[in-house]
């Protein structure tokens, strides 16, 4: 595509998508990790059946910008990988916030030129880094589960049954990727 002139300013088609692009995919990947990750019941079953969803939907998801690349030349997945890294890596960090000393302000987090979509200044911990990483923290909870170091998982206590190991990790690997592990 080539750059216009509108009045004194040049402008150029191509960036001007990808940035509506861009956004437009944190929006969406946002709404998908927020609505799937919420975890009503502490059992196994309920979050696996979680996470398959999340990673499923967001598979689904990926396909379809891939299959749209071609259509408005650009790099879909690069997009995708960046725009998703950055989310999680942000998310991440304002979950990592409680714990420190000297605290940020939400100004602070959002430093970025591209918009992300951020919880209510109100509940600034409610988002679904967090609420993932209770539920993980709720699923190998030493009161209710044990770690064995033979079969590297760890085994509910009332079920005898594995609530925590590589499949898990697996399927988190699928659904938030490298950088949410």
């Known amino acids: 595509m080539e750059t216009y002139l509108i009045g004194v300013v040049e402008v150029d088609p191509k960036i001007i998508l990808e940035d509506g692009i861009r956004r437009e995919v944190i929006r969406l990947i946002c709404k998908i990790l927020d609505r ?20 499923e939907s967001l598979e689904n998801f990926k396909i379809a910008f891939e299959y749209i690349q071609d ?11 960046e725009e998703f890294n950055r989310l999680i890596n942000k998310y991440i960090d304002l979950e990592s916030n409680s714990f420190l000393s000297k605290k940020m302000t939400l100004d602070e ?10 919880p209510p200044p109100d509940m600034p911990n409610n988002n679904f880094m967090g609420r993932l990483a209770r539920e993980i923290l709720n699923l190998t909870d030493p009161k209710r589960s ?32 490298v950088a949410g592990l």
């Open 36 to 55: 799937t990750l919420v975890f009503k019941t502490s059992t196994v079953d309920d979050f696996e059946m979680r996470i398959k969803k999340l990673a």
């Open 71 to 81: 259509f408005v030349n650009i790099y879909g997945i690069k997009i995708w990988q």
């Open 109 to 118: 987090l959002i430093d970025d030129e591209y918009y992300i979509p951020m």
């Open 146 to 177: 044990v770690y064995i170091h033979t079969v590297p998982a760890f085994y509910d206590l009332a079920s005898y049954k594995e609530s925590f190991g590589f499949k898990m990790v697996w399927l988190l690997r699928k659904c938030i990727g």
